[in-house]
């Protein structure tokens, strides 16, 4: 298929995506997880980890992946050493460096089915989720305090993505009650926690699948976690901490664009404007 092909038929299929779509995501359909009220409908399916694998190239690409050092990295880094982060171990120190690495390796595992890397993250996710403490926190316990004396969201935002991810492939049924009491206790932190640190930016995405999947007035509380300081518009008094850009919100017309200044590049001072794109 040529380049001129393939665009015309992209262009065709989003042109009647908004109806065909969204009447599908609505559907009940086993095995796929769909938005429930109050949160708006679908407008697609989204496949479910390892309901594709890849052939030829990119086959080729994803395992380069697994043998190198995506697939390696434990042999590599300090940070992913079991025995010694505080996502296994709560009295010890972890920050993002092993969510991020869980979310991408566990993944390699379920779009190529290699027996290995599955089995490696299942140790981690059992690990992880024996961290979590009665009130629900799990993880480091030195992020309870680390944000202002408050505590620190952020690093967990790309481990409840591993955690979902974890879900939706294997189907565990631990994962959901996990999630629900871990956001019980975020709700009931105050302002502080929502207002500073890279949790401002991306702490809808989990909160949101947390009320797709599952039932009852609990879990379905966790979702009210957004709304605690999420405007309906752009605004550009209110920066995230380690950001350059102005912090963007659903219901803007537009997204902050993610080039900074020069200026802030080379000085490191938070930046209080922003170029906007649609």
């Known amino acids: 298929m040529d380049r001129r092909t393939l665009l015309t038929s992209a262009a065709a299929v ?56 995506n697939g390696r ?32 390796f566990s993944s390699l595992g379920y779009v190529t089915g290699d027996a290995r890397v599955r089995t490696e993250t299942t140790k981690w996710v059992n690990g992880v989720l024996a961290t979590q403490a009665s009130d629900g926190y799990f993880g480091p316990a030195g992020l309870r305090t680390s944000l202002g004396g408050g505590p620190d969201f952020w690093p967990h935002m790309p481990m ?57 007035p609990a879990t379905r509380s966790c979702s009210t976690w957004p709304r605690r300081s999420t405007p309906t518009r752009r605004t550009t008094s209110t920066t995230c901490r380690r950001c350059t850009t102005s912090t963007w919100r659903r219901g803007s017309a537009s997204r902050p664009s993610t080039r900074s200044s020069a200026a802030t590049r080379r000085t490191g001072r938070q930046a209080t404007t922003t170029t906007t794109r649609s």
């Open 160 to 216: 409840l993505h591993a955690l979902r991810s974890y879900a939706e492939y294997t189907g565990d049924g631990r994962i959901v009650p996990f999630f629900t009491r871990f956001f019980q206790f975020v709700n009931a932190q105050g302002p502080s926690a929502f207002n500073q640190s890279w949790g401002v930016c991306a702490g809808p995405t989990p909160s949101k699948w947390c009320s797709g999947p599952s039932t009852g």
């Open 14 to 69: 989003a042109a009647v995506a908004p109806f065909a779509g969204a009447g599908a995501a609505q559907a009940a359909v086993p095995g796929y997880v769909t938005n429930r009220a109050p949160l708006n409908p679908d407008a697609f399916l989204r496949l479910p980890p390892g309901a594709t694998r890849a052939g030829g190239w990119l086959a080729t690409q994803l395992n380069y992946q697994l043998t190198g050092i």
């Open 73 to 104: 990295m434990t042999e590599i880094s300090h940070f992913l050493q079991y025995d010694s982060t505080g996502w296994i171990h709560p009295n010890l120190t972890g920050w993002e460096e092993l969510p991020y690495w869980l979310k991408g």
